[in-house]
């Protein structure tokens, strides 16, 4: 089970009240900036900042890769490109290039 939208729309992080990255097949909250992962255990999500684990480079490269392939959600309302951009020099080039492209103007998408 996935945690519900609406809570999505206001986790952030407790250290840097910023934005996290939710992957819901790992059952984890992910903030990039600090290289922090939250546990979500039994769908409720672990966010007391002595709880959140410090990740390793290549767990982090590991987690910006599975939200580049579609795997995240990230928190607060951000799109994904948003969420993900200021970290793509984490990554290989080979990877950014899923980087989800901005929606055209008038596309017809809403910002729900």
């Known amino acids: 089970m996935s945690l519900d ?3 999505l729309d206001l ?6 009240k910023q934005a996290l990255l939710y992957l819901a097949d790992d059952g984890v909250l992910y903030n ?3 290289r922090r ?3 979500v ?3 409720i999500p672990v966010m007391l900042a002595d709880q959140g684990e410090t ?3 290549d767990r982090h490269r590991d987690l910006l890769g599975r939200a580049l392939a579609g795997r995240a959600r990230p928190t607060l309302q951000l799109t994904l490109r948003d969420a993900l951009q200021p970290h793509l020099a984490d990554l290989p ?3 950014r290039h899923n980087l989800p ?3 055209e103007a008038g596309s017809g998408e809403d910002a729900a």
């Not at 986790?11 to 840097?16: E, M, N, Q, V």
Request: aromatic share 4%; glycine share 0%.
């Open 101 to 103: 492209r901005p929606a």
């Open 93 to 95: 080039h080979d990877l």
């Open 5 to 7: 939208p609406l809570l």
């Open 41 to 43: 255990r039994d769908d």
């Open 55 to 57: 990740v390793a480079d």
């Open 32 to 34: 990039p900036r600090l």
């Open 11 to 16: 986790l952030a992080c407790p250290i840097d």
């Open 37 to 39: 992962l939250y546990q």
